[in-house]
């Protein structure tokens, strides 16, 4: 079946660092990419996505390429701040009728 | 444009007990999904309705159900409550189609005591 891997957590860089986030999958057909970023006490957010092989998702600064060689969708951002402290997911969707598969997701704070 | 709905925000309940969650999606959304999520376990998926119909489900025991109205609008209940129902229940819409992603509501707390 479907399912999406995450990196182990939690991350913890200081503001202004550079942020990476592996995500690699395993999907039957060319499924859609995602990814979610849950803030504290409320629930997920669309961040960025991407739809077929070599699109790149962005979205406030976070970008991410759809790699289909290596079944990845890694997250970046160049210069990360305190307010993007939160939990980030990766998660597919392969198929029209197909529900939304998601990694077990990273905490990410970030220091002043 | 309205988001997702989810009411209550908050809930504690007795074990034992059943309790039901309603969420209203957003306007023309027809695919409503339902995830419970705990720090344990992480986001777990319980089951999709679309167009009134269970069209996915997940791997959770019959004391979880749910369903949807012709206005898809959807409720989900669980009965016989136990301590390790207690999670965040989130529910999402969808418009039909892969590269459409999901729309979250902000969750039901339910605390089971």
């Known amino acids: 079946g479907d399912s999406v891997t995450q990196m182990e957590g939690p991350v913890t860089l200081s503001e202004e660092a550079f942020l990476t986030i592996n995500c690699t999958y395993t999907?039957?057909?060319?499924?859609?990419l995602f990814w979610y970023v849950q803030y504290p006490g409320e629930g997920l957010q669309l961040l960025l996505k991407?739809?077929?092989?070599?699109d790149k998702g962005s979205n406030k600064g976070f970008e991410a390429t759809y790699r289909k060689e290596t079944t990845s969708f890694h997250l970046e951002k160049g210069s990360v701040q305190v307010s993007d402290s939160a939990v980030y997911f990766c998660?597919?969707?392969?198929?029209?009728?197909?529900?939304?598969?998601f990694g077990k997701g990273i905490t990410l704070s970030v220091r002043p | 444009k309205a988001g997702v709905t989810q009411t209550p925000r908050y809930l504690i309940k007795t074990r034992g007990q059943q309790v039901t969650l309603s969420c209203s999606p957003i306007?023309?959304?027809?695919?409503v999904s339902w995830y419970q999520q705990t720090p344990g376990q992480g986001l777990q998926f319980l089951f999709e309705y679309f167009s009134e119909t269970q069209r996915n489900k997940g791997n959770f025991p019959g004391r979880f159900s749910g369903r949807q109205f012709s206005n898809s609008r959807s409720e989900m209940n669980v009965s016989t409550l136990e301590l390790g129902d207690s999670a965040l229940y989130l529910c999402a819409s969808s418009l039909e189609g892969q590269s459409y992603g999901y729309t979250f509501g902000s969750g039901t707390r339910l605390t089971v005591v």
């Open positions: 306007s023309g959304h027809r695919s």
């Open positions: 999907a039957t057909g060319y499924p859609s």
């Open positions: 991407a739809t077929k092989a070599d």
């Open positions: 998660a597919l969707k392969s198929g029209a009728n197909s529900k939304l598969t």
